[in-house]
């Protein structure tokens, strides 16, 4: 009997020492998360382009997106972890510039105006019109950890995108003009030379790096490339046509949950 118990406790301790190793490498890991996230971005491009009646460089006009001054970005995201390395993302972007600049000469702007007397030389108006920028989008994509169970972990992403871009203009020239009674009795109203609204498929491939304070908790610092294709027959000349290109970069918070074990 003593020898049977013997051989039993011999068998439960080698069965006791082979579970140690994987009960050691069994982990909990947070397999969701909600990050948020603002920053700023700013619009990229060639400034002008030639029009077709154009000779010389002084007939160059002004593309609409490369000239807007940089502005605010936030996104929203949901992140599902596959493993400890690779992560699926569906995120919803934000963005927008509430101003248009392109420097003709000195400190005057491109959307400046000024109207004087043509008798006195008095300035009887000035002043500039507004053009805003707006993009919203829906894209899914993936991310990737390079390090494994780091405090700072480095990654890289990417996400396929559904934009909705929108341009608000605001002809204060035409405004002034009819206040001072400068217009025609058979004046239409203000134009607007300006793309108002596209919708395309844009990609938003970018790197970064996380701080987990804890398994639940963490921040983040992005810098991403934005793209998006914008269709020719959104603008008013065909000249006009570019699409969307900027840089965006963004701070955020990460909220984990869902904490289920990985042998």
Known sequence: ????????????LILFVLIIPLAASAQFQ?????NLSAGFF????????????????SDREKFQMPNYRPGFS??????????RRFSLLAEMGYMH??????????????????FYDTITDELLAAGSDELTLTSMGFGLGVKYYLFQGKKISPFFFTTLNYNLTTADFTNNRWQAQHDLGF??????????????KNTG???????????????????????????????????????????????????GIKF?????KEL
């Not at 947070?30 to 909600?34: D, I, K, N």
């Not at 020719?232 to 290109?245: A, G, R, S, V, Y």
Request: aromatic share 16%; proline share 5%; charged share 25%.
């Open 30 to 34: 947070q397999r969701a998360s909600l």
């Open 74 to 83: 936030s996104a929203l995201s949901f992140q599902y972890n596959i493993n």
């Open 201 to 251: 498929i844009g990609i938003n491939p970018g790197m970064g790096a996380e701080y987990n304070f804890s398994d639940r908790i963490g921040v983040f610092l992005n810098c991403s490339y934005q793209f998006v294709s914008m269709k020719k027959e959104n603008f008013k000349t065909p000249e006009q046509h570019e699409n969307f290109h900027a840089i965006n970069i963004r701070g």
């Open 97 to 114: 510039s509430s101003s248009w600049e392109y420097i003709q000469y000195e400190d005057v702007n491109y959307l400046d105006w000024e």
């Open 42 to 57: 700013k619009t990229l491009g060639e400034k002008t382009y030639m029009p077709d009646w154009g000779t010389s460089d």
């Open 256 to 260: 984990s949950f869902w904490k289920s």
């Open 183 to 196: 217009l025609e009795p058979d004046d239409s109203g203000p134009d607007n030379p300006w793309l108002e």
């Open 1 to 12: 009997m003593v020898i049977e118990n013997i051989t039993m406790c011999k068998k439960f």
